[in-house]
């Protein structure tokens, strides 16, 4: 059998094809299989509904800065939606881009809106809310998640270790915040430091030498 | 569970460089290819691959961050052997998802094993492969082959997790840097969606021995030599003042007495400047020899060895956090690349028991690349040159393959590129 050969490179080519893949010159002779699959031109889809979404906010913010031009006595609003919609961008883009590890992902998001909400509350004339509301309930609820969905995430023992260590950090800046007294409304933050103190607990007297084991690990020089 | 050894490995020195340099373009893998002559059957496959892992216990790892470093840690996930579902060295470490880092896949007659670089070498990758064959081989033909004695490898060097790097450091000064220009910048449309567009030719090994004998010189040599003027004659005019430079990988082991199963080797730069000799064969072969003297004295692979070492132990360095060093990895890899066209590697000779041979066509190995590489791997009487490349266009593989047909060297071509471009 005389494999399909090019006469411009002088060389046999293997797979069904009709052109030399060096030069492009006609074949000729019988088809050897290629040791290469042919597969499916993957390329990467691009969610339609993200691209709704973002041409929506798009809308919606050049729609908001034309109507504040038009109406400017009633002050600089449409900040306050290119802000929201720019935050909302920051946690659903990290979301999608961690997608492919949901534990990993809530503890990050915990640090992004806990920062943005204190961001929105300083520039909006500080109150205080992030801090007496959003940071203590969000990192406690993802806490209290990732406890009871580590199973149905399959998450490792040593990486839900790290996650609630890394979580537990929150409470601690709770502490400090509720000792300096920036903190007004203290029930919340008193909460998280009892939950945040507590799965420490738990972790050490359950799993000590596995927290220990995954310590040294990550922490190694 | 079955996590209760807590067997973790830093990462090797060499390796270091890899989880921070991987992306999708160039995702520091590489691929060993064997093409048996009868279709591979899924269910042994995966039986060889359970028995060979237990040999090498390197290979069971995922790859995680420290706070300082990255580490490996030994895993419980199994390795499953699967048909060849994406384009050849894929990503196989993802930040976010811990898996294994390597994978075994099958397609008709050819089993490729990808491994990410962190893990191992190609030294390291090609002993796994040769067991893998030769237990699959074992499995479905028990009557021809069931009392072959086991290959011949040493246990220490299928499960030395040593690194080799901090052995043989020391002290010695390095020799006065030299100073690099920029090298020549291969350009060209990329291949899509940073797929990698692989063409393996297949040549008698004796006819290139013969022709590298006539030359006077070694087969790396002449290997390099050819790629420099492939690349010489798709070079634009204006650019001839910059020297064509190729990274060759050193294999330290054959340097320095080592069993490691993990990364041992280095990179020496070759090159050859357009504008300052004639270009002939002749020429490039002096300067080229030139060089590999010197690139592989004692002194100099001392050197080698030293390179990272010093980094590595700094102080500051170590208490940095990950992110940081990263991203100073990244800087400083970005700037040795830009020293370097393009890289070629000779792997070598894989050695398999004589008995079965009669079951296998040939072996070829190549690698992700962001430019274009050659690799080229020696099986019996075939030698394979394995040419990955980010660019759409085969030009200089054409050169290369042309230069070989010129001399009367009969060359089989096989490509992953599809044919409505």
């Not at chain 1, 006609?26 to 699959?37: I, W, Y």
């Not at chain 2, 048996?36 to 390197?58: M, R, W």
């Not at chain 2, 030139?290 to 592989?296: N, P």
């Amino acid at each position: 059998m005389i494999l399909k050969y090019c006469d411009k490179c002088k060389v046999s080519v293997r797979g069904n094809r009709e052109h030399c893949p060096l030069c492009n010159a006609v074949l000729h002779g019988e088809a050897e299989p290629s040791g290469f699959p042919r597969l499916p031109n993957e390329h990467k889809k691009h969610k339609l509904w993200i691209s709704i979404l973002a041409l929506s906010s798009v809308s919606a913010c050049i729609i908001c800065l034309l109507l504040n031009f038009l109406f400017r006595k009633h002050g600089q609003w449409s900040l306050f939606v290119l802000g929201g919609v720019v935050c909302m961008w920051m946690t659903l883009g990290l979301a999608l881009y961690k997608q492919r590890n949901i534990p990993k992902t809530m503890v990050w998001e915990v640090f992004l809106v806990g920062l943005l909400s204190v961001l929105w509350d300083y520039f909006t004339g500080w109150r205080g809310w992030s801090i007496n509301y959003v940071l203590p309930i969000v990192s406690m609820g993802v806490m209290v998640v990732l406890v009871f969905l580590s199973r149905l995430f399959h998450v490792a023992a040593g990486s839900l270790i790290v996650y609630l260590l890394v979580d537990a950090l929150m409470g601690v800046i709770q502490l400090v915040l509720l000792l300096t007294g920036c903190i007004t409304v203290p029930l919340p933050s008193l909460l998280c430091v009892g939950v945040s103190t507590v799965m420490l607990a738990a972790m050490l007297i359950f799993r000590g030498r596995k927290v220990r084991e995954e310590l040294r690990r990550r922490l190694h020089l | 569970m079955s996590h209760s050894k807590f067997r973790w490995a830093r990462l090797d020195t060499a390796a270091k460089i890899f989880p921070c340099t991987s992306s999708r373009r160039d995702p520091k893998v590489f691929c060993f290819v064997c093409e048996l002559k009868e279709l591979v059957q899924p269910g042994p496959l995966q039986q060889a691959l359970e028995q060979t892992l237990e040999l090498f216990p390197g290979f069971q790892v995922i790859l995680k961050r420290g706070m300082f470093w990255y580490y490996l840690e030994e895993s419980d996930i199994r390795p499953v052997a699967r048909k060849e579902y994406r384009p050849p060295c894929s990503p196989l470490y993802d930040r976010d998802v811990h898996t294994l880092l390597f994978e075994v896949t099958y397609y008709e007659c050819h089993v490729n094993l990808e491994v990410f670089h962190a893990v191992s070498d190609g030294t390291g990758a090609m002993h796994f492969l040769r067991v893998l064959i030769f237990r699959y081989l074992q499995i479905v033909h028990p009557k021809e082959l069931g009392g072959l004695p086991d290959l011949d490898y040493d246990a220490s060097e299928t499960q030395s997790m040593d690194d080799s790097f901090e052995r043989y450091a020391n002290h010695q000064k390095k020799p006065k840097t030299r100073h690099v220009h920029r090298a020549l910048h291969l350009h060209g449309t990329k291949e899509p969606d940073g797929n990698l567009n692989v063409v393996i030719g297949t040549a008698p090994v004796k006819a290139l021995l013969d022709y590298s004998h006539r030359c006077k010189t070694s087969l790396t040599m002449v290997l390099c030599a050819l790629v420099i003027r492939a690349i010489r004659s798709e070079m634009p005019v204006r650019d001839l003042k910059r020297p064509v430079v190729l990274a060759v990988p050193v294999n330290l082991r054959n340097h320095f007495r080592s069993a490691s199963a993990r990364n041992f080797f280095s990179v020496m730069d070759v090159g050859y400047n357009f504008s300052k000799g004639d270009g002939s064969m002749q020429d490039i072969l002096h300067t080229l020899e030139q060089q590999f003297q010197k690139g592989l004295s004692p002194a100099e692979l001392q050197y080698r060895v030293n390179q990272y070492i010093g980094l590595i132990r700094n102080p500051f360095a170590r208490i940095s956090p990950l992110s940081c060093k990263d991203f100073a990895m990244r800087v400083g890899y970005r700037s040795t690349s830009r020293k370097e066209t393009s890289a070629v590697s000779n792997v070598g000779i894989i050695h398999m028991p004589p008995q079965v041979a009669p079951y296998l066509r040939q072996f070829a190995v190549f690698v992700s690349t962001e430019k274009m590489q050659l690799c080229s791997l020696t099986y019996e009487d075939k030698i394979t040159f394995s040419f990955s490349s980010a660019f759409a266009d085969t030009d200089i593989q054409r050169c290369f393959f042309r230069f070989l047909t010129a001399e009367g060297i009969p060359v089989e071509v096989d490509t992953n590129l599809s044919e409505n471009r």
